[in-house]
């Protein structure tokens, strides 16, 4: 990973030069400089960062690979550990600062991220922020305070991480108590202290995961996912192009398997883009139907499908009102939801989402639910799930299903064929995992996503 001054960009500023005539940037400018901006996005627009990184193709002139990996480097860390870069830069910010200040605030944090977390040399970081302060038309006034504030951050900033509560700080507060009054204290400080590490990247192989664990330098999980340490383009990694894997958390893994065999089935996928669960339910040999409402995402997982040699046929539909010719023998519903179990790979999710999100989502799962179970034949089972911490996204759906229709009931998930922890599956036809419940000895190969999944089946036959 580049973590000096950002090699690559000076070819940016001497373009800048030469157009301009104004004095040469410094180089690495134009990779913090975006840093700012797409993190501005996502603080103040609520962009999120997929979305955000297009910057990076929409740069004035394009950025060096190592440089568009730095900017992700930085982006990526400012969101992680923001509670801690604010802490420190408060510190030394001895007065109010007025509204109306510019970028000032994505710009010391683009540069608290560097010298807190990355070890990037203080002088360039320091050079290159008093810049970008001074060149940002809001922020202009405060490029001493900006030099001021950088070098105090600089020089005491290991001290200052040394004693803070990291897991606390950088855990929106609404968040923590939910996660502490539903998982326990000391569950909620594990969820967030797993949050703080990049995570790995996991495969779901179409067959034979340790021998593609063994080709691309990773291990094959008990689950049957392949996870790597590798960073870079996937698109880069052995086995992509033949279509071989796909990219998917080991949690996110498990549902589609949770309905059993499905093989010869007829079976919904519903909210199904990109179609990582599509894939495995297609591999497992049934007929899919995979429904979103969604026509760009949909057309993204029929690129996915194709490049893997699958297929499943794609309806583009409203999930909470659609209809199908004849009910299927199997549904599985992945609703949309708040995604807090993933926030160790979308570390911009807290500064997203708010507790109002959290009621239209639960709203919009119960309707989606609801509608699904009219999907499914008699005798049929039915998987939901969802990627969030949150029981209203989670068992409080399912309660309040179970307590509307005596046509459904819970069956007990078997974990051996997952390859599941005990942990996972402690209540019949439950299986919930948590970040931290997959520990390694490499922190860097810990962790999985926080799924809820249900298993249910229709009575009759
Ligand atoms: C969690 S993502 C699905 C991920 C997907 N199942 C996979 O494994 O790749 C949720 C999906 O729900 C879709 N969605 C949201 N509201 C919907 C609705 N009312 N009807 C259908 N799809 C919807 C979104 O477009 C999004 O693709």
Not at 274 to 293: E, F, Y
């Amino acid at each position: 990973m580049a973590n000096s001054a950002g090699q690559g960009a000076t070819s940016v500023s001497q373009a800048t030069k030469r157009k301009s005539g104004a004095h040469a940037l410094p180089t690495g400018f134009a990779a913090r400089d975006l840093c700012a901006r797409i993190l501005r996005q996502i603080l103040a627009k609520y962009q999120p960062l997929d979305e955000t990184l297009g910057l990076l193709d929409g740069a004035e002139t394009p950025l060096a690979p190592n440089d568009r990996a730095f900017v992700r480097a930085i982006v990526s860390t400012a969101l992680r550990r923001k509670g801690q870069i604010d802490d420190a830069l408060a510190r030394f910010i001895t007065s109010p600062l007025p509204d109306k200040r510019g970028l000032l605030d994505e710009i010391l944090l683009t540069g608290g991220a560097q010298l807190l977390f990355m070890e990037t040399p203080a002088h360039a970081v320091i050079n290159i922020a008093v810049e970008q302060t001074r060149r940002d038309k809001g922020a202009r006034r405060f490029a001493s305070l900006a030099n001021a504030v950088l070098r105090r951050v600089a020089g005491a900033g290991a001290d200052i991480v040394a004693a803070q509560d990291a897991a606390r700080l950088n855990t929106p507060d609404w968040l923590w108590s939910r996660w502490a009054a539903h998982y326990g204290d000391a569950a909620a400080r594990a969820i967030a202290e797993q949050h703080l590490i990049e995570p790995p990247l996991d495969l779901t192989v179409k067959a034979d995961p340790e021998r593609w664990a063994e080709r691309l330098g990773g291990i094959a999980l008990p689950t049957g996912s392949v996870r790597l340490a590798a960073r870079g383009r996937v698109e880069a990694l052995d086995g992509y192009g033949e279509g071989a894997w796909w990219v998917q958390d080991a949690a996110a893994a498990l549902p589609a398997r949770v309905l059993g065999d499905i093989a010869g089935q007829r079976v919904a996928d519903l909210c199904a883009a990109p179609g990582g669960k599509t894939a495995q339910l297609a591999r497992a040999g049934a007929q899919v139907m995979a429904v979103d409402q969604s026509t760009k995402r949909l057309e993204r997982l029929r690129e996915n499908m194709a490049r893997l040699g699958l297929t499943a046929e794609t309806v583009a539909a409203d999930v909470t009102t659609w209809r199908p010719d004849a009910p299927f023998d199997a549904v599985l519903l992945d609703a949309p939801c708040t995604a807090t179990g993933t926030i160790r790979r979308h570390p911009d999710i807290p500064h997203l989402k708010r507790p109002a999100d959290l009621e239209k989502l639960a709203d919009l799962q119960t309707r989606l639910l609801d509608n699904a179970v009219t999907m499914l034949r008699r005798g049929g089972v039915l998987v939901y799930c969802t990627c969030s911490l949150e029981p209203e996204e989670g068992i409080r759906q399912i309660d309040r299903l179970l307590a509307q229709r005596d046509d459904l009931s819970l069956e007990p998930i078997d974990p051996a064929p997952l390859g599941a922890r005990p942990e996972w599956t402690r209540s019949p036809g439950i299986l919930r995992t948590l970040p931290h419940q997959l520990p390694a000895e490499d922190p860097a190969m810990s962790g999985i996503d926080g799924f809820f999944v249900a298993r249910l089946r229709k009575s009759g036959a």
